[in-house]
């Protein structure tokens, strides 16, 4: 069965969490190996949907063991939320299924408060971030002062450790960004709680998944954000503050590299992201209302973290052969194709017109025009669609033009939010 590594393709927000969750019901494992709750993943189960930010998407199936890797960042006043939410919906969660990385770093409130006050003084330069304390959390590893969950199975060096933490983090919000400090006390007792609370949850992450490959197990690496978010080989400085890419998974999860590995990109039927930064195919007509919504339906172009309204563009073909080839993906999964019907038109950027600089033909370097290959629409609806042989042929023509360009297969299509919405090839 072996591993089996779900990434987004693009700038996040492509529907990998439903990817995973089909492809988790004869998982033993699912793990998350990367971010924090700076993710959003929807699974909608007939009326249920479920939000999930931190626990991975594979929690749904009862027989699936859930692990957070040691590459996550992870709040756990949010995991806590998270946790209850899920056992009030009646999904079981407990140390037996969810297992959180003894090295996996830790989000304090000073981290969010730093996220928010490093925002705030780079006014119109801002990056766009979640607010979710990522970057502080991430820079604190390197800086090797961060808090790991290790610390907390030792409560009296935890509140030793925490305190200190906190306090540098004082000076900096008051002495730097001119910003409130934070209640030490209280966060500390707050943080004592969760020590008691995640204990359990605490193990050797790496372990657990290497046994689970001996044994030619069923894992999958859940990939959060997108390759294009990612620290080095994303739109820098508008990416996240991990590291996006397939091979990520195995360092973010502990793990060796592995003989067989399957590599799935997610990408959708045309581009979108949040926050700031590049976006060459971008669009400002009716074309990019029409492809977000109004924000009536779920699954409308809206932020799952932020509710922030999705910047919407045609499919971004330059980009996306980059990350298959960076990534080494062996197929994808194409979602929201549905969501194309009733364009009279539908564009895919195949080049960039005058590079600055012809050395590095993507996303390191500002391209000017994105040139375009414009394919037939279709007017027909997808949603009830269940065979490949039934698509319209403007919309089979379309997953073959972004096959060829790829060089890669589409395996999956996506043509409606709900789990069985999918055309399997
Ligand atoms: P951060 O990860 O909160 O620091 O945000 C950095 C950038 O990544 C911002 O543009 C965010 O909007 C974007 N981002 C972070 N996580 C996600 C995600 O899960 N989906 C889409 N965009 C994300």
């Not at 779900?6 to 494992?29: C, F, H, P």
């Not at 894992?219 to 990520?248: M, R």
Request: aromatic share 8%; with cysteine.
């Amino acid at each position: 069965m072996g591993l089996w590594i779900i990434l987004g393709a693009q700038w996040g927000d492509e529907g990998k969490g439903r990817i995973v969750d089909m492809l988790a019901e004869d998982a033993d494992v699912v793990a998350r190996f990367s971010g924090g709750d700076n993710a959003g993943h929807t699974i909608r189960l007939g009326e249920d949907v479920y939000k999930l930010h931190l626990v991975p998407s594979g929690i749904i199936y009862p027989g699936t063991t859930c692990v957070m890797g040691n590459g996550m960042v992870i709040n756990p006043a949010v995991l806590k939320q998270e946790i209850e939410e899920l056992q009030a919906a009646g999904v079981h969660v407990s140390p037996e299924r969810l297992k959180i990385s003894h090295v996996a770093h830790m989000i304090t409130p000073a981290h969010r408060a730093l996220d928010g006050a490093q925002e705030r003084l780079r006014g119109d330069k801002k990056i766009g971030t979640t607010g979710r304390g990522i970057s502080p959390a991430y820079g604190e590893k390197i800086k090797r002062t961060g808090l790991r969950f290790i610390d907390m199975l030792d409560k009296d060096a935890f509140k030793q450790k925490l305190t200190r933490n906190l306090e540098n983090a004082n000076r900096e919000l008051t002495q730097l960004y001119n910003a409130e400090a934070l209640d030490i006390p209280a966060v500390v007792s707050e943080y004592l709680g969760y020590a008691d609370y995640f204990a359990p949850f605490i193990v050797d992450a790496s372990g657990i998944i290497m046994d689970a490959l001996a044994a030619d197990r069923k894992v999958i690496a859940e990939g959060a954000q997108g390759a294009l978010l990612d620290i080095d080989h994303g739109s820098y400085p508008y990416v996240t503050s991990s590291s996006c890419q397939a091979a990520n998974a195995v360092l973010g999860l502990g793990i060796g590299l592995p003989d067989e590995v399957n590599i799935i990109g997610a990408v959708k039927a045309f581009q979108t992201r949040v926050g700031e930064g590049f976006f060459p195919t971008e669009l400002f007509d009716k074309n990019a209302a029409f492809l977000r919504g109004d924000g009536t339906k779920q699954w409308d172009e809206f932020g799952t973290t932020t509710g922030r309204a999705r910047r919407i563009g045609w499919l971004d073909g330059v980009l996306l052969k980059r990350v298959v080839q960076t990534n080494n993906i062996n197929a994808l999964v194409l979602t929201k194709l549905d969501v194309l019907s009733g364009l009279p038109e539908i564009k895919v950027c195949t080049s960039y017109d005058a590079l600055e600089d012809e050395r590095f033909p993507w996303i390191s370097a500002e391209p000017s025009q994105p040139h375009y290959e414009t394919l037939p629409g279709w007017q027909e609806d997808l949603m009830t669609l269940r065979r490949w042989e039934d698509l319209p042929q403007a919309a089979q023509d379309y997953v073959i033009f972004i096959e060829e360009m790829c060089g890669v297969p589409v395996r999956w299509i996506s043509v409606g939010p709900e789990r069985n919405q999918f055309i399997v090839r």
